[in-house]
């Protein structure tokens, strides 16, 4: 049985930095590609960033560029998003997501993801 387990959620303020943990197990790490998503109140569940299976290739929304960095240690099945400068648009419930990898890069669709975690709560206040 696969599981996907978020952490490291919190109420933060503004600037502050956070970094999420996700550990997988029930499946081969190295074979699946990596990504974070978030879903605001009101808002449309989007893809933040995520990561190739090696960790070589990664994307980020350009609302989060050069502010979060996705990373990933297969030998501990865990994939992490360090969040730094954060916005009250932050805001929002992260999801760590496992999709089998077809390639060298990772994609930002929710249908390219099988396997979903229950999220974490990222509170930015002002």
């Known amino acids: 049985q696969v599981q996907v387990v978020e952490s490291g959620g919190d109420l933060v303020q503004a600037g502050g930095s956070l970094n999420l943990s996700c550990i997988v197990s029930?499946?081969?790490?190295?074979?699946?590609?990596m990504a974070w998503f978030r879903r605001s109140p009101g808002k449309e569940r989007e893809a933040v960033s995520c990561?190739?299976?090696?960790?070589?290739?990664?994307y980020y929304a350009d609302s989060v560029k050069g502010r979060f960095t996705i990373t990933r240690d297969n030998a501990k099945n865990t994939l992490y998003l360090q969040m730094n400068s954060l916005k009250p648009e932050d805001t929002a419930t992260y999801y760590c997501v496992a999709g089998e990898s077809n390639g060298s890069e990772c994609g930002e669709n929710e249908y390219e993801y099988t396997y979903w975690g229950q999220g974490t709560q990222v509170t930015v206040s002002s």
């Open positions: 029930g499946l081969n790490f190295d074979d699946y590609a």
């Open positions: 990561t190739s299976w090696s960790g070589a290739w990664s």
